[in-house]
């Protein structure tokens, strides 16, 4: 079975950094773009990042220039890099990727289980 399971969340003071981490295990045969979503109380959940199966990357206006997202095919990995961390970024944060589990499946969205992030003094 297709998962995705993240690692790295946890309470940082405003202006520290957290890295995030989503590897993807089972039984996979290609995985096409990988992303970063985070929801906040009360708020939809929102697109933070993406990444393309060959590295081309999307942010959304209010993390450019302080979140990197970066993949390592290899690993079936996909990170976050989050530096200059605002309260504002507080959230649950929840990695997709699209996957096909057999040369002859179509790719399916999947989800991992979120992690929290938590921005405060």
């Known amino acids: 079975q297709v998962q995705l399971v993240e690692s790295g969340g946890g309470l940082v003071q405003p202006g520290g950094s957290l890295r995030l981490s989503c590897a993807a295990s089972?039984?996979?045969?290609?995985?096409?773009?990988m992303g970063w979503y985070r929801q906040a109380p009360g708020n939809l959940r929102e697109l933070v990042a993406t990444?393309?199966?060959?590295?081309?990357?999307h942010y959304v206006d209010s993390v450019k220039g302080r979140f990197t997202i970066s993949r390592d095919n290899a690993k079936n990995t996909v990170y976050l890099q989050m530096n200059s961390l605002k309260p504002e970024d507080t959230a649950v944060y929840y990695c997709?990727?699209?996957?096909?589990?057999?040369?002859?499946?179509?790719?399916?969205?999947?989800w991992g289980q979120g992690t929290q992030v938590t921005v405060s003094s």
């Open positions: 089972g039984s996979l045969f290609n995985i096409y773009a």
């Open positions: 997709y990727a699209e996957m096909a589990a057999t040369s002859y499946s179509d790719p399916r969205g999947y």
């Open positions: 990444i393309s199966s060959g590295g081309n990357t």
